[in-house]
């Protein structure tokens, strides 16, 4: 072998593919001989992967071989308006043998709607929620891309707006963010990324971290000019020099004290939410709700308390099965038992296809979620390998998605069609 363990899972996040791909099949053969050890792996999955194709530490082949050896039996890549990584993460989950699904996350208008003006799923502004496509058929990789392409462009438009507005905010400390220089180094936008705020707020951290390298000094400026407030938590991990994740640390500070200072509603970005329906459905695309839930005493302690759908969650759902929504994902570990059985509730009523993925965007995230080991969310292990046996037979042809007519009218009953489609992944994967 030319390079170490070690070298060769530095060389995942290799500027270059190719390379990063070459990587991970050494590694694969390290596994193999022995000389790496297998992980222990149980049941878990993960539909909801972010890479560097929107916000992540990992790049797509990194984020598959993170998932592997922390036991997932399967993973899903999820980037914010990007499909650039799905081919990249498929490849990668061929080496490893990882089943592995493609999908994004988008947000769209539900303006004209009956949730015009409501706060839904998106803190940031009303009438816009966030959606996930799951289970993207291979055949639409390329019709998904020119789809997301004229989003990207205008969000580059309104991120050039919000760098001019945060510079506003820093220039009292002389500090001044350009979006060329700055921030789309950080991203992958030349190659069909996403940049998303946590880009430019990443950016303000980097130069944050090399402007006060002291950390006291950071903190006085945080607390100064900034007027943010620290947690004990928080100062805990940006006093500690050895800390690796210093950076993603203030950011998800930044993140939560600062973006509602310089955030601008997106406009333009976020498609109808009738088209983006009619779009999925053409293309054999699972589009999923994303439930958030009201946050009173956050069971992960990472939210503030806000209010979103749970007021009004039976009219939500109405409109989303009028508008031809197929499926429903949340996190286990997100919200309270009470709230999570009333959603699960209406999912049963609709007949809409419940997924799950713990959203994983910087590294101090555990890929594994713990919360679904609960034998309540035993049908999301089932969701998971019905969404590969869709994505794989749908990739074949479109008339055996899940959802397509002909699906449909052989097995009516959503249950019994989920396990169908599963069988189907498992045995292909050899998972009997």
């Excluded at 999912?347 to 919360?371: H, M, W």
């Excluded at 899940?402 to 009516?412: G, H, Q, R, S, V």
Aim: a negative charge; charged letters at 20%.
């Amino acid at each position: 072998m030319k390079h170490t363990a070690s070298q060769l899972i530095e060389d995942l996040n290799s500027p270059q593919m190719i390379d990063r791909l070459d990587a991970l099949r050494q590694l694969k053969l390290l596994l193999d001989d022995g000389q790496i050890e297998q992980p222990v792996t149980a049941k878990d999955v993960n539909n909801h992967i972010h890479t560097w194709y929107s916000f992540s530490p990992y790049s797509p082949a990194k984020a598959v071989w993170m998932a592997y050896m922390a036991g997932l039996t399967t993973a899903g890549i999820m980037d914010h308006d990007s499909i650039g990584g799905a081919l990249e993460f498929t490849a990668a989950g061929q080496i490893l043998e990882l089943p592995t699904t493609v999908g994004c996350e988008i947000r769209a208008s539900f303006a004209g709607t009956a949730l015009s003006g409501k706060r839904i799923n998106n803190p940031d502004q009303d009438s816009v929620a966030y959606l996930a496509l799951h289970g993207v058929p291979h055949t639409e990789i390329d019709a998904l891309d020119a789809f997301l392409q004229p989003v990207r462009k205008a969000r580059g438009i309104r991120n050039r707006k919000m760098i001019a507005k945060l510079n506003t905010l820093l220039a009292p400390a002389g500090i001044e963010l350009d979006y060329d220089r700055d921030v789309l180094p950080l991203s992958l936008a030349t190659d069909g990324g996403g940049v998303t705020e946590r880009h430019l707020l990443y950016a303000l951290a980097l130069e944050l971290l090399r402007r006060y390298p002291a950390p006291q000094d950071l903190l006085d400026f945080l607390r100064g000019p900034l007027q943010l407030m620290v947690t004990a938590k928080i100062e805990a991990m940006l006093l500690d020099e050895q800390n690796p994740h210093r950076a993603y640390d203030l950011l998800g500070l930044l993140k939560g004290e600062l973006v509602e200072q310089f955030y601008i509603a997106a406009t333009d970005e976020c498609l109808p939410v009738a088209d983006v329906v009619a779009f999925a459905k053409a293309h054999g695309i699972i589009l999923a709700y994303a439930y958030l839930g009201d946050v009173g005493d956050s069971v992960t302690g990472d939210k503030k308390t806000q209010k979103f759908e749970d007021d009004y969650l039976d009219d939500l759902f109405d409109l989303l099965n009028q508008l031809g929504f197929a499926a429903v994902t949340y996190m286990p570990s997100r919200n309270t038992r009470p709230q999570l059985m009333r959603l699960r509730a209406l999912c049963d009523k609709y007949q809409f296809f419940q997924i799950s993925g713990e959203d994983i965007n910087q590294p101090r995230q555990a890929f594994v979620c713990l919360a679904m080991r609960d034998p309540m969310f035993d049908n999301l292990y089932d969701a998971a390998w019905a969404l590969i046996g869709h994505e794989r037979l749908a990739t074949d042809d479109l008339g055996q998605a899940l959802f397509a007519p002909k699906a449909i009218e052989t097995t009516p009953d959503l249950s019994s069609r989920i396990l169908s489609y599963r069988e189907h992944a498992r045995t292909l994967y050899g998972h009997i």
